[in-house]
């Protein structure tokens, strides 16, 4: 069974159709790439999986279960966690608070345990520490734990935001561009902390600009243009598929950048 299964979304924005009866799926343990040029609906894709915004037609399944139209704050108790385009941190918090507010999307605590100080509170607290730590030492942050993130250069910050993710213990993990503001040699470790990432059987579903990074990382991809999946094959299909290569040279998207 798929882990996750768009079947023929459509999510409209006034007269502008972002996606267009988009279908595509998703088996666990693929890293699984999504490309496109701008514009042509990639974050609003994964802006219905995560119930952000819910699609005019068509569904989301995870597990075989219908998710379409699920509280956005429910979808990370079901294993299925993002970051973003823009990395949003907070800013002025530490490195090791940041990752431990995506713990607290999880806890299992009731509000009033805290309160109370119960000793349910200590030991989900005592778990939620150690769990960051275990964290932070996979993503070689140690060194910053104390420090706020808005001190950072962009890559470390981009560390930390997957931190943050990582610590709701997805099944899923969503990342929209990951690479993007990144230099060639973080690019390079990020690329490598995503196969790390795989391999302790997290499924990844990625956005990404950067063609190179795309083609070296993912199993398999969709591309979409106009809200539409215009091709979908392996990495080596795709680089070769002409229908693809026009939409890039026909678009400015280079240009954009
Ligand atoms: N919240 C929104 N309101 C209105 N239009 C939107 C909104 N989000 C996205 N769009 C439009 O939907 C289309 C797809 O956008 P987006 O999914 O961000 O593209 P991509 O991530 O592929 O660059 C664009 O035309 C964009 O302007
Ligand atoms: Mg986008």
Redesign the pocket.
Known sequence: MALLELKNVTKR??G?V?MDALSFSVEPGQIYGII?P???????AFNCITSIYTPEEGEIIWKGKNITGKHPCDIAGLGIVRTFQNIRLFGKMSVAENIVSGRHQKSKQKWYQGLLNTPFFKKDEYDNWMKVREIMEFLNLMKYAKTPTNSLPYGIQRRVEIGRALATEPELLILDEPAAGLNDNETLELVELIFKIRDMGITVLL?EHDMDMVMQLVDYITVINFGKKISEGTPDFIQNDPVVIEAYLGSDDEEDE
């Not at 701008?38 to 609003?44: C, R």
Request: proline fraction near 0%.
């Open positions: 924005f006034g502008v972002a496109g701008n514009g042509a609906g990639k974050t609003t956005i």
